[in-house]
């Protein structure tokens, strides 16, 4: 089991209060999409400025991370990970795929399945999960293990892009209406070449109202927040419009406590 540095804020005892942030504004919602479209083209201005927008969320709901331990969990090529320790966290990066953290990770990244992290229990004060639930095939148990490695009274951050939003088919986004397969094919024939990703094999059917029963079903975590990622306006009502919001929420936002023992 991976211990935690020396240095490492164990635990920081807390309430189960409700972010603190306010709904966000037209233009930063404006710039984050802006970036989105740009994705292929220039990924490192991409995901910088996510990483930045999403440590300022976790900040907004549970303080500055300086000098707390951060589990960032999925996190590709590491622009997560470098945000929080940017700002003095202790952050480390566990990533599955070989080929997802690049020429360059982060400092200590570890190789190492989502399902089964070599940590032992109650190890992180926050632990963070951007845009991984839809890519795999167990989301309940991925929740699981997030929770499990979270210290009680900690922060569980999950993000994920249902699959009937309009970008839910990733890259083939918005064909997957008309079928995964027939997107796929779609993708190719405009680019010349294979979608990254399969619907079964690394892109997953996830829907907003089945995961919220999930997890508002379970007796180690307490949510504090369902929400909208990017909405610049009623960002937890359109959460709550059952129907509507598996189309419109775009990207759900879970923030999570773990429970005392």
Not at 114 to 120: A, E, F, I, S
Not at 193 to 216: C, D, M, W, Y
């Amino acid at each position: 089991m991976t211990p935690l540095p020396r240095g490492a804020s164990r635990a920081r005892e807390g309430t189960f209060r409700r972010p603190g942030w306010r709904d966000p504004s037209l233009r930063r919602s404006v710039a984050l999409f802006r970036a989105f479209l740009r994705e292929q083209d220039d990924p490192e201005a991409c995901y910088t400025l996510l990483a930045r927008d999403a440590v300022d969320q976790v900040e907004a709901c549970d303080g500055s991370v300086a000098g707390r331990t951060v589990l960032d969990v999925g996190g590709g090529s590491g622009y997560f990970t470098r945000e929080f320790r940017r700002r003095g966290a202790h952050a480390f990066l566990f990533e599955p795929d070989l080929a997802e953290l690049g020429g360059k990770p982060p400092e200590s990244a570890v190789v190492a399945d989502g399902y089964l992290l070599p940590l032992r229990d109650g190890v992180a004060d926050v632990t963070f999960s951007s845009n991984v639930l839809e890519h795999v095939a167990d989301p309940e148990t991925f929740l699981s293990e997030l929770a499990r490695v979270t210290r009680p009274g900690g922060l569980i951050y999950v993000s994920f892009t249902n699959w009937l939003s309009p970008w839910g088919g990733h890259e083939w986004a918005p064909w997957h209406y008309f079928g995964a397969e027939r997107a796929r094919a779609r993708y190719l024939r405009r680019t010349g070449r294979p979608a990254k990703h399969t619907l079964g094999e690394n892109l997953f059917a996830v829907h907003i109202g089945s995961t919220l029963r999930q997890v508002r079903a379970r007796d180690d975590v307490t949510v504090v927040s369902a929400r909208s990622r990017y909405w610049p306006f009623l960002a937890e009502t359109v959460v709550k419009a059952p129907g509507i919001r598996e189309f419109a929420t775009w990207n759900l936002l879970l923030i999570l406590r773990r429970c005392p023992t």
